[in-house]
C-alpha cells in the first residue's frame, strides 16, 4: 500500500471498514476528472466528481456524477421540488465541505448534507472517487460506496 494522506474521508473510510486502494497523482488546475483518469489510465466514465451545490435557500447538498457527465441543475431542482439548484463558489463549497476544491470527497465533510448519486453509478463495480485532497483519489467499491453515504438516487446526467 502506497504511503498517502491520512484525510478526514480516510478516516471514515477506515471506520466504516471499507476497502480501498489509493492512488496519489500530480494535481493539475483545472484538469479535472479528464487529468485524474488520464494520470491513473482508467476510464473517466468511472472516476466520479463530488460536486457541492446549493438550493435557492442556500441549503448544501452533495451530488456524486461520473467525470464524463454534467449535472443538470434543471432535472435535480425539479426531482428535490425546489426553485433552482447550483453549483456553490469555491469558496462556499470549501465552507460546507472542509475540504478544498479539487480535493473534496463525499466522506468526512465537516458538514452533513444529503448525498444525491447518479443511478447509473451503481452500475459499475468499483469507482475512483476524491479522497480529500487534490491529487488523491481512492478506488472503491460500489456497494461500499452506497452503504455508508445511503444516497438518493437520481437521473440527472448529462452529456458533457
Same mark, same amino acid.
Given at each position: 500500500m502506497i504511503d498517502h494522506p491520512i484525510t478526514s474521508a480516510i478516516r471514515v473510510l477506515r471506520a466504516e471498514k471499507v476497502a480501498y486502494e489509493p492512488f496519489l497523482y500530480p +494535481?493539475?488546475?483545472r484538469g479535472g476528472t479528464r487529468h485524474s483518469a488520464a494520470m491513473l489510465g482508467v476510464d473517466e466514465h468511472g472516476v466520479i466528481k463530488t460536486l457541492i451545490f446549493e438550493d435557492d435557500a442556500k441549503k448544501p447538498l452533495i451530488v456524486l456524477m461520473h467525470g464524463d457527465r454534467e449535472v443538470s441543475a434543471k *432535472?435535480?431542482?425539479?426531482?428535490?421540488? /425546489?426553485?433552482?439548484?447550483?453549483p456553490c463558489t469555491p469558496a462556499v463549497a470549501d465552507k460546507h465541505s472542509g475540504y478544498q476544491v479539487g480535493g473534496t470527497s463525499p466522506f468526512g465533510t465537516?458538514?452533513?448534507?444529503? /448525498? +444525491?448519486l447518479e443511478r447509473s453509478?451503481?452500475?459499475?463495480? %468499483?469507482? %475512483?472517487? *476524491?479522497?480529500?485532497?487534490?491529487?488523491?483519489? /481512492?478506488?472503491?467499491?460500489?456497494?461500499?460506496? /452506497?452503504?455508508?453515504?445511503?444516497?438518493?438516487?437520481?437521473?440527472?446526467?448529462?452529456?458533457?
Open positions: +494535481y493539475e488546475e *432535472n435535480l431542482a425539479r426531482l428535490l421540488g /425546489v426553485k433552482s439548484v447550483q465537516k458538514r452533513a448534507m444529503p /448525498v +444525491y453509478i451503481t452500475e459499475l463495480s %468499483h469507482v %475512483h472517487l *476524491n479522497g480529500g485532497k487534490r491529487g488523491f483519489l /481512492v478506488r472503491i467499491a460500489v456497494p461500499d460506496l /452506497v452503504r455508508v453515504l445511503k444516497p438518493m438516487l437520481v437521473d440527472v446526467a448529462v452529456p458533457r
